[in-house]
């Protein structure tokens, strides 16, 4: 996901060039333009927070902290924002990885 920059760009202004870029913590409410307490890796595509305990992930592991969502419905909010399918696409009448266990069941 190369996209998690823009979108974590969405929830803090995210400063910096590099691999590392720092911002407000948007999970922990401080918006102030000059907050450093939230990091973005573009290389590992994960977000960290070092406020206390600390929290990173990935972008679902942002969404759900960010909205104490469980793991599935971050998940799919998160698919639908990257226009990614959760579930095979039905217009296609069969994917390739499929075929083989199919064929097992209809002998
Ligand atoms: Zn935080």
């Not at 407000?24 to 927070?49: E, I, Q």
């Not at 600390?54 to 990257?82: C, E, K, M």
């Amino acid at each position: 996901m190369a996209q998690v920059l823009s979108y974590l760009g969405h929830f803090s202004r995210l400063r910096g060039s590099g691999v590392e870029r720092r911002g407000p913590c948007p999970l922990h409410g401080s918006a102030s333009a000059t907050g450093r307490s939230f990091s973005v890796n573009l290389k590992k595509n994960v977000y960290k927070c070092f406020h206390g305990e600390g929290s990173q992930g990935n972008v679902i592991d942002f969404w759900r902290s960010l909205h104490n969502l469980p793991l599935y419905d971050a998940a799919v909010h998160l698919a639908d924002t990257f226009h990614v399918s959760t579930k095979p696409e039905q217009k296609e009448k069969r994917q390739p990885v499929m075929e083989a266990p199919n064929t097992l069941i209809s002998q």
